[in-house]
């Protein structure tokens, strides 16, 4: 394929990713490679303000989504490795700018060009990722409530697994919260905890040794509570997986 | 009822520690949206849900216009309206009424209403005597507690503590009540005797009818019609938001709300109401008199948080929410739990004494998913939050902490900078054991969790390197 017919990607990294995680990150821009895409990560990027908007300072998130809209300007697509992140520029960006007519006009082109990575992968790459080594493992998959109820995201990530020979044990209740919530975690750490538990539990049920997700914050709440009851389940983001990112150590585990 | 909405975290402790009740809510939480679920199937639950959500819009910007022809309408049907600013004068206009009848003993249908007035209470004090009909609001009346659910009032009782009750409560003998049919049956046995003597029946309203002067009710136990109609006096309570323009459009409502509230088609008895006994009836009260309270709602009318009005109370926000599950109802320190609840608390009492309840939510939206109204509850919920931080009422600590990390992340290079420091000593510090048990500013994290370590220098750092490397700078 010649350069010009390449897709031009924008990549937001999102910032967990970007400071707790970058191999996410790494296997995202591999993956839209593969695929066939010409990726670009603006370098004046920094966070899509979620954590403000959501605990209520939205006067301090409204600068930051200035901020993504700028460094996105003119990307026919932008692929977010974070269900969150998307839904915020998506579905959020419109309404946190509502009275600022210019702005909210960019926002809104902004949202019908960003895409969170696995839905863009397969409905707008159809792509199909190399088999992947975690074949004839117990796998079980995390669906995060943002990507899941704002985004529609629940088949993608299966479809892609499925393709990279990866079956999952589906655990109960797998479109439940996991507790994480942002700040809500962190303010209310008690009620993150049973929510946490109840996640952990369910997940272990299905006999699974790995547990996959989309978004880092769940993923890091859910590894972070499996290390503290000394459980062995590996946890990582799926695009680690299809990327065949698997030699560094899961969240939250050690150096071998 | 004292509101203690400012314990809501330590009341959740409370609730979690007890490992039974907890077992029981996770059942109810399991339960209950399976139930629902299944009787949303049946019909095109998203057309309803969208029909009902325009009529009620519409209701609600024309409200004024509806109150009067409801008004109207009542008074040909030969009832009296009565208007209620708030609590305390819903509470005197009752208990005005059951002086002016000489009453001595009243019957209550389940209304969530006359529990947000305090109303039980309140004529208690004069000297009535009150017996709650509903089954499970009976149960929370003997046991001195209040509702934990809108819908199912004694949800977090099990058999046994209810069974306890009413042994201990009921001067009946020596009886086991073995099971809950035998204790069903007793509870009717007393209650029949309270529908029979009681002067005054007072119930709540599903929805009131403009066109008709009606008043809807639904009800399983058929409590709601005895009351209604065997005491001599009826007086229904409801606030103003319940108007609806016409009798179908309130059956509309109803076919969203059996199925929202308990996973049936319909309930048992969907009872309309139309006035006091006229020549030639068999049976009816002598007086029939509608309490509408406002209670605020006006102050809601018109504001960013009208769409709470168009609230049904089915409590499926409540079930299907996993704070309300962990914490259990009673956490929410008010009326109204769950959800719903920590929209209306904040709105109908104080937003400082319920600031917690606005951030008792992950934003998972399955509340919003399964309103039968179309209520965004989690936007409403993020507004209460930034009413919360315009009012200087969230913790100074978070506050400054947001507004310095939307200063640092408006400047790309700073941020970058800094993170990419903070991040590399968090990584040698941390990755060989993967996370911390500890960690300064993360105490609500680590205190549950490990706080997992970075993989190593920060994207952008290493991004910047490698293009460097590949000699495109």
Redesign the interface.
Known sequence: MSREHKPHVGFF?S?L???????V??SAIELLEAAGCQVE?P?????C?Q????????D??R??AH?VIEAFAGFPYVVVPSGSCAGMIKHHYP?LLAEYPEWHARATDLAQRTWEITSFLVEVMDYAPTVSPLQGRKVTYHDS??GL??LGIKQQPRKLLARAGVELAEMQ?T???C??????????????????D?KLNNALDTGAGVLLGGDLGCL??I???A??RDSQLEVRHVVEVLADELT??A?????R | MKQTSEHF?DS??VA?ARTEA?ERM?LLG?FMPAMRDAAVAEVDFEALREHVKRVKDHTLDNLEHYLRQFEEQVVMNGGHVHWARDASELNATVLDICRAAEARRVGKGKSMITEETGLTEHLEKAGLHVTETDLGEYIVQIAGEPPSHIVGPAFHKSEQEIRELFLDRHKLGRRQLEDPPAMVAEAREVLRERFLTADVGIIGSNALIAETGQTLLVTNEGNGDLVSTLPKVHIVCASIEKLMPRPEDALAQIRLLARSAIGTAVTAYTSFYSGPRRAGDLDGPEQYHVILLDNRRTEILGSNYQDMLACMRCGACLTHC??YI??GGHAYGWVYPGPMGSVLTPLLTDLEQASELP????????C??VCPAGIPLP?LL?D??????RAKI?PAR??WG??L??????V?SL??AF?GAA?AVLSRLG?????F?SLPL????T??????????????R???RRKKEAGHD
Request: glycine letters at 12%.
């Open positions: 990294v910032c990713a970007d400071l707790f995680r970058p191999s990150a790494f990560v370098e004046t990027q920094t966070c303000g954590p403000g908007y959501n605990s209520g300072a939205v301090d998130a600068p930051l901020r309404k409530c943002a109820r704002e209740a479109e439940v919260c507790g994480f919530g942002g700040t809500f975690c962190a303010k209310m750490p008690d009620l993150s905890e049973k929510m946490v109840d890091m709440n590894a972070g509570r290390r503290r560094g150590p969240i939250g585990e050690g150096e | 975290q959740a402790r979690l907890r996770d399991l996993p704070v962990g914490a951030n008792a939510c992950t934003g998972c939206g399955r919003e998913e936007d993020r209460l939050r930034a009413d919360e931080t969230t978070w506050r947001m507004k990390h939307g200063w640092l992340a408006r790309p941020y970058q993170t991040i990755r060989r054991r993967g996370g048990r993360a105490a609500g994290w205190q549950v969790r490990d706080f997992p370590a970075p993989q190593g220098d920060s994207f952008m290493q991004w910047k």
